[in-house]
């Protein structure tokens, strides 16, 4: 496929998206990577290519700390990936050791939807940590577990009933305020590939 160099600037080479199931990750990731003429790299995903088989497989077979393990060496090799945003499982982000590995790297945006948002994004899919006779209810016991986690990010937003394009345009102008206040403001500017 033909490639052209064009400058473009951009807040950050690499990002990580953080937060609860169903909150958009990987759909705000992409979308995201999109904008900012990133790759996108989605770690539950990858976890499924390493083990081939499912996350609810993984964790119907060898449960949760298994699978944690695979994401903590997973994120492991993440951090080192340049021009990248990372989309991460719901719990990555809960480990202080992943928090730590995560915002050496980067800013880590968290997102955010009400708990009833939630359960209305994930009610059809077979997550794992959902199988209970009342999933709303345990959405607010998790969410409220992990709140001190979630609140190490770097970066916040909420994805409730907004459109994508809306949370990503919050995103970027969140990401240049980040830099500025690490960087004293200055763009990057950089010569990536544009397919033509």
Known sequence: ??????PLKRPVRWVALAGFMGTGKSRIGWEL???L???FFDTDKAIEKMVHMSVPQLFEEYGEAAFREYERQL?????????????LGGGSFVSPVNQQTLKFRGPVVVLSATPETIFE???RSSRPLLKSDNPLERIRELLEGRREAYAQ???FVSTD??????????IVEK??????AREGGSAEESVIPRVV
Do not use: C, N, Q
Request: hydrophobic share 35%; glycine share 6%; net charge positive.
């Open 161 to 170: 009933g907004r459109e994508s394009g809306e949370v990503v345009s919050e």
């Open 153 to 155: 990010g770097d970066i």
């Open 175 to 180: 990401l240049w305020e980040w830099r500025k």
């Open 33 to 35: 990577a999109r904008a």
């Open 121 to 123: 994004r994930t009610r």
């Open 37 to 39: 003429d990133l790759y």
């Open 75 to 87: 994120l492991e090799k993440v951090v080192k990936l340049e021009k990248t945003v990372v989309s």
């Open 1 to 6: 496929m033909p490639h052209t160099s064009i």
